[in-house]
């Protein structure tokens, strides 16, 4: 086990907000796994940082992410077996090389592949329930626990783990053979329009918030006219406008006070409640 005190956040997190973690714990096995919960209360899980706000109330708390030796793929009889610390571009480079599809969806973002199963992340009409399964997680004071597809509860973008006491390990997914040059392209044309949609290259969550019922809040936020709303070093995107931008050395409660803000405008106009897609730590 790795232990690493006083750590900038803007080091750990996709939207690279200001403030200093005070304890990380990095594990790099199940000894790891079984010590820290041993001797720990409380704890954040943080893997990749993406979609992830970190509040100023939440820096005094361990927070946890998972070592290389939980960063690895396999692939047998059907099925791809990845740690839960395995990256998304991991997992791409994994899929084109052995010509498997499945996971082509997840191109371009930023996570590893606990959080995307925790959150059930989705796009092109493709998410993480179709392909999952099952789970492998450590609960503490119960141990080493497999969960099947059905077990995990998925639904849009969230899944039994956002609530579970646990951390998810790794998980078996289902995919299909293809060829290496045909995953290459679907990567490569999925990066391509997120590139033409989404401010990719720049700090971000990913999305704010989950869609509502029957429509987007992308839509909703535009048509309030607060695409490209700047507050003060936190910027609503031109490009996408679900998507938050660190314009530098932006505060966590900047952040966290423009989505309220958004939330309120958008409850005044159109009687909608926004929920936050953001994981927010506090």
């Not at 191109?107 to 989705?122: C, E, Q, T």
Request: charged share 20%.
């Amino acid at each position: 086990m790795q232990y690493l005190s006083n750590i900038s956040i803007e080091e750990l997190t996709s939207f690279a907000q200001t403030g200093i973690i005070k304890h990380l714990y990095i594990l790099n096995s199940k000894l790891d796994i079984l010590n820290f919960f041993d001797n720990h209360d409380a704890w954040f899980i943080l893997g990749k940082g993406s979609n992830s706000l970190i509040l100023d109330s939440a820096l005094t708390i361990p927070f946890i992410k998972l070592g290389k030796a939980f960063q690895s793929i396999a692939y047998q009889n059907g099925y791809v077996y990845a740690k839960a610390g395995t990256s998304v571009p991991q997992l791409m480079a994994f899929s084109q090389k052995e010509g498997l599809s499945g996971l082509e969806f997840m191109s371009g973002v930023p996570a590893s592949l606990g959080g995307m199963i925790a959150m059930n992340f989705g796009c092109w009409d493709r998410c993480m329930k179709d392909i999952v399964e099952s789970v492998d997680v450590f609960i503490p004071k119960k141990g080493f626990v497999t969960f099947t597809n059905e077990e995990c509860n998925f639904d849009y973008r969230s899944s039994l783990f956002q609530s579970l006491n646990g951390l998810i390990i790794g998980a078996k997914l289902a995919i299909s053979h293809s060829n290496s040059k045909a995953v290459k392209e679907t990567i490569n044309r999925y990066v391509s329009e997120r590139l033409q949609k989404q401010p990719m290259r720049l700090a971000t969550f990913g999305s704010i918030f989950k869609n509502p019922p029957s429509s987007s809040a992308a839509l909703l936020i535009d048509r309030a006219g607060l695409k490209g709303y700047q507050y003060p070093r936190v910027r609503i995107s031109t490009a996408h406008a679900n998507f938050m931008e660190n314009k530098g050395k932006a505060s966590s409660k900047e952040a966290l006070d423009l989505i309220q803000h958004i939330q309120q405008d958008i409850y005044n106009r159109y009687n909608v409640t926004l929920i936050p897609e953001v994981h927010i730590f506090q």
